[in-house]
């Protein structure tokens, strides 16, 4: 099974880009990564998925190298309600497991 | 709002008792996730429920029961419980079975004291 792997807190100030990454050194052939935003005291929220190269949607970027050990989430021009914490998902469409990292908790400053 | 909804939002009981942790999933939905998230801690992923069938088990105690009903709705029964099971247990949905597009309930928090 994968293990995720991110840095367990991040700073940064408003406007500025923000890549979060999310080591996944065991990764296998079916594994999809998946990022998701964590608000205190509620559930997460989806933000974006993908399994190689580059995938964009109107909230964020997500960059996935060929040999796919890790992912990197871009946040574009970050503003004070980026404050949360960011999860790396690992799922295997084979045998449905789950692996979450352990968040990173994202602080932007004015 | 995600769509998915949980009952109840809050739950205080004593330890050793047993507890029923509800969710509806979004309107169409086939899968349900239960997760636990204890106080600043990561989501433990608990067990997936695919149209009324287990798919797969995680970090499930064996304290820990669930089931999908024919309507969907899912729950989680929690039984013994000890004063380490005080969290914030939370049930997503997906379209399919292997979709990681998760939908997120409001959590059920469960103190026990």
């Known amino acids: 099974l994968a293990k995720t792997t991110q840095p367990i807190s991040m700073d940064s100030y408003e406007g500025q880009e923000v890549n979060i990454t999310c080591s996944h050194n065991n990764i296998a052939t079916n594994d999809y990564i998946t990022w998701y935003q964590q608000f205190p005291s509620q559930g997460p929220r989806f933000i974006i998925q993908g399994y190689k190269t580059k995938v964009t949607n109107e909230v964020a970027s997500l960059f996935i190298p060929a040999d796919r050990k890790s992912s990197t989430l871009s946040l574009p021009r970050v503003s004070l309600s980026d404050t949360a914490v960011y999860y790396c998902l690992v799922g295997d469409r084979s045998n449905y497991q789950l692996i979450w990292g352990a968040g990173t908790k994202l602080i932007i400053k004015p | 709002d995600s769509g998915v909804t949980q009952t109840p939002k809050h739950l205080i009981t004593a330890t050793g008792q047993r507890v029923t942790l509800r969710c509806s999933p979004r309107?169409?939905?086939?899968?349900v996730y239960w997760y636990q998230q204890s106080l600043d801690q990561g989501l433990q992923f608990l067990i997936q429920y695919y149209n009324g069938e287990e798919r797969a088990k995680g970090n499930i105690l064996e304290r820990f029961s669930a089931q999908q009903f024919p309507d969907l709705h899912s729950e989680l029964n929690l039984s013994s419980l000890e004063l380490g099971d005080s969290a914030l247990y939370f049930c997503?949905?997906?379209?399919?079975?292997?979709?990681?597009?998760?939908?997120f309930g409001p959590g059920t928090r469960l103190t026990v004291t």
């Open positions: 997503a949905s997906s379209a399919s079975g292997s979709s990681y597009e998760q939908y």
């Open positions: 309107s169409g939905d086939l899968s």
